[in-house]
């Protein structure tokens, strides 16, 4: 289990992975102005590995995630007693450009486990390598991710949308990679050079639709609409009934 220790949130003001801009424009004679983030496009590989009829994911701690956690279980405004910085704390927020914020405050409950921010994902990684192909990025985050060595060739597109329409825009192409123990030749878990802490964990097909619905099992959209792109694509192949 992953140690979170030493929080502190400041205002972002630079960043390689993420830019906020605001538009202006107009839309019918109106306007409107709207907020977003540029960001990189991304890549999502299904793994599906032959051999032990497993689905291959990553499990990862998302600090965005155990954020969104820290701000759901911290008690409300009306619920603290401090009713006089109220409202200089509704308009500043956490994540307002006026200066670090430590979530450990006086009145807030303790900080949750880091299990709160560790989520199920598909094999994934950014499109930030202009002279490689999808294919190319997507065969190379199966490796370094989850230790299998599969040729770019083998990888079969699903499709591709738009994640995070309000915020980001952003497109990710889903692949679909069968792989086999022989094409193992190490334990994946990602950069350490980057900082990647990823651990590989293995569902078994016939638990994949209960795995996916699973509301207390946190995970991206991307596992759970590529488990039954499966289960409609690739289940008869595989001879599995299972119960959705
Ligand atoms: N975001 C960020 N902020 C930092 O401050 C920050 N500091 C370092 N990094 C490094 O950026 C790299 C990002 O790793 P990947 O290329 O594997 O991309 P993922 O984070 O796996 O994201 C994909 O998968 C997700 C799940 O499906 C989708 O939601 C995304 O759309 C999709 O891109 C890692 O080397 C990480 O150490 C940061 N990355
Ligand atoms: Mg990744």
Redesign the pocket.
Known sequence: MDQINNIEVVPCTN????KPFRVHYNQNGTKKSWDFMRT?D?V?VLIFNTTSHCFVLVKQFRPAVYMCEWERTKPQPHETAEKADEGAAEAAGPESQEGPTVPEEKNSPPQPPASAGVTY??C???V?KPDLSLEEIARQ?VLE?CGYDVPASKLRRITSYR?GVGVTG?K?TMFYAEVSDDNCVGEGG??PQ???LIEVVKVPLHEAMTFAYDESIPK?M?VIFSFIWFHNNMSPKYKISTNV
């Open positions: 960043s390689n992975y993420l990189h991304s999502s994902e598909l994934a990684g950014l930030d985050e991710e994640s952003a990710q990602g950069e980057e900082g990647e991206t991307g």
